[in-house]
């Protein structure tokens, strides 16, 4: 039971939903980024610069992210970046509302 509470409290996105994170994102320094999940939040699906990628989830400590070995999107709460190679191209992306 511990071991379960201690897994729950370290996962950021415990208890979002796909629909929670699928969506336009737009980072502080002007970089947008499209973001679509599965219905088990296994693969994201990452549209950005007129490309998709298709990013599988990644072991994480706190929040939750998808790559590709390429590409890295971490996640938490409202909070993410985004990495390309391993260099952080965009940070302090929100998902922008959709009306």
């Known amino acids: 039971m511990l071991r ?3 897994f729950v409290l ?3 996105m415990a208890y979002a939903t796909p629909n929670e994170i699928t969506g336009p994102y737009q980072c502080k320094n002007g970089m947008s980024f499209y973001v679509t999940s599965s219905a088990d939040m296994v693969q994201v699906r990452l549209r950005v ?3 998709i990628y298709d990013l599988d989830e990644q072991r994480t400590a706190s929040g939750a992210a998808w790559g590709d070995g390429q590409w890295l999107w971490w996640t938490k709460g409202s909070d993410s970046f985004l990495e390309r ?3 952080v191209v ?8 959709v009306f």
């Not at 965009?90 to 922008?96: P, S, V």
Request: glycine share 10%.
């Open 90 to 97: 965009a940070k302090d992306c929100l998902k922008k509302p």
């Open 10 to 12: 370290l996962s950021g």
């Open 4 to 6: 379960a509470l201690c």
């Open 85 to 87: 190679n391993t260099v």
């Open 49 to 51: 610069d007129g490309r």
